[in-house]
């Protein structure tokens, strides 16, 4: 089965962040009008989740969502969506959308390095890096925090 590539509007920034964090492909549109993201989705073969209700109309196989905070948004996804993943994973960059591979530390420059916490750099976590906009991720306490959050809206109540 072919993974759902998925388009989200402008009023769901924060969603579009935590789903990239889940390894979902996610592109984020801003200033478009509703028959350009209507062709965007058409032409990418895009899902589009949005809050907008006649847009969602305009697209068939939408994700309507009504709640206005994430931790509500992400319970409704987890209904409308029974596949979405659950597990935070370095797949996609929650920044840009870009594909994520591990990367060696002896191989970043200076740069790329600065990026690090000193206890990183010279640690040996995992190191991902963002094959479009070169930022890094790795495993630490920050990921489990948004691991243990999106576990908690997942199970909440939609
Ligand atoms: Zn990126």
Do not use: K
């Amino acid at each position: 089965m072919e993974e759902t590539q998925w388009l989200v509007d402008e009023m769901l920034g924060r969603l579009c962040r935590y789903l990239r964090f889940l390894g979902c492909d996610v592109e984020y549109v801003r200033g478009l009008d509703d028959s350009e993201i209507v062709t965007r989705c058409q032409s990418e073969a895009r899902r589009l989740i949005t809050r907008d209700r006649g847009l969602a109309s305009r697209l068939p196989g939408s994700v309507l969502l009504t709640r206005t905070d994430i931790g509500g948004q992400l319970a409704q996804l987890r209904v409308l969506v029974p596949s979405l993943p659950r597990t935070v994973s370095f797949v996609r960059c929650s920044l840009c959308n870009g594909v994520l591979g591990p990367v060696q530390r002896a191989t970043l420059d200076g740069p790329a390095l600065s990026q690090l916490p000193p206890a990183v750099r010279a640690g040996t976590a995992v190191l991902y890096q963002c094959r479009a906009c070169h930022h890094l991720y790795w495993e630490g306490s920050h990921t489990r925090a948004i691991q243990d959050r999106i576990r908690r809206w997942l199970d909440a109540e939609p």
